[in-house]
């Protein structure tokens, strides 16, 4: 498949905890984004990082890029309950011109 | 203005009914998406409009028809849906030469 897979599928943490996911992939990328999805409503652009690229920060977000393991992860520090959503890796470049999706990890933090 | 508009936000209909999807945008983004997405499930493409062309269509069945009017307008066509099209779905669009998409807040449809 060319989606990407992710996990875990779930993860519950306390308030402030740090939170990590992971995205592994098949094919050969220009470049790896993340969205977050609350509940029921659209997705939100978090991040990209390319394929040249390693590391990216954004804010709490971190995302690390491993070409030759065909991974990436992306960790959310100090979490907060707002963080509470569905997180999804999203693959460009495969197979033309569109974005394709991994599975999804559910993320819940408790207050 | 930097958002992705959908109505309506929820619709219910028969089998037998003929509705549309909406979408809107005023970002001068000239690729706009349609996705289909089951509950737990990832967004899956249906439709690419680039300058208001199909450029991709992921092998939908003919009961979606997709229309771009015009750079801000995206509709969605629907004819002799069957229960299993219930889904929320997302429209959204990206600038030329970047990937990162804006997404609609979806219409949540129920098929009866």
């Known amino acids: 498949s060319q989606q990407g897979e992710e996990d875990p599928q779930a993860l519950s943490i306390q308030e402030g905890e740090n939170a990590t996911m992971n995205c592994s992939y098949k094919?050969?990328?220009?470049?790896l984004q993340w969205y977050r999805q609350n509940s029921g409503r659209g997705l939100v652009h978090l991040i990209l990082?390319?394929?040249?690229?390693r590391e990216k920060h954004s804010g709490r977000l971190r995302v690390t890029l491993d070409t030759s393991k065909k991974s990436s992860s992306l960790l959310i520090t100090a979490s907060r309950a707002a963080d509470t959503a569905s997180y999804f890796c999203?693959?460009?470049?495969?197979?033309?011109?569109?974005?394709?999706f991994g599975a999804g990890t559910r993320l819940f933090v408790k207050a | 203005d930097t958002e992705v508009t959908q109505t309506p936000k929820h619709l219910v209909m028969g089998m037998t009914n003929k509705k549309s999807l909406k979408c809107e945008q005023h970002m001068g983004h000239r690729a706009m998406y349609w996705y289909k997405q089951k509950a737990k499930k990832p967004p899956e493409l249906m439709f690419v409009?680039?300058?208001?062309?199909?450029?991709i269509n992921e092998s939908v069945p003919s009961r979606f028809s997709p229309e771009c009017p015009n750079s801000s307008l995206l509709n969605l066509h629907l004819h002799a849906l069957q229960p299993e099209d219930s889904a929320l779905y997302l429209c959204a669009s990206t600038t030329t030469g970047q990937v990162e998409q804006f997404f609609g807040p979806g219409t949540r449809l129920t098929v009866l």
């Open positions: 999203a693959l460009w470049g495969v197979g033309g011109f569109k974005t394709i």
């Open positions: 094919t050969s990328i220009n470049n």
């Open positions: 409009y680039s300058y208001e062309k199909l450029s």
């Open positions: 990082i390319r394929s040249n690229e």
